[in-house]
């Protein structure tokens, strides 16, 4: 029972990190603004460690089942 919560997260982190990622490495490929009104660059950035956080807890909460 105590296994369900992390699951739960861990998969919504999982797919919100993974779908972050592919959305900025889209709108970066096609030169597209991540962010209006910011640094194409620093926005970019930002998204993509984000991304990359948001896998990072998928990995931790699924590790602790």
Do not use: K
């Not at 620093?42 to 990072?56: D, F, K, N, P, R």
């Amino acid at each position: 029972m105590e296994s369900g919560p992390a699951i739960f997260a861990g998969v919504v982190f999982a797919l919100f990190g993974g779908a972050l990622l592919v959305w900025t490495g889209v709108r970066v490929r096609h030169r597209e603004p991540v962010a209006h009104g910011v640094s194409p660059v620093a926005s970019a950035a930002l998204a993509g460690t984000v991304g990359i956080l948001a896998l990072g807890l998928a990995a931790y909460c699924l590790t602790r089942l």
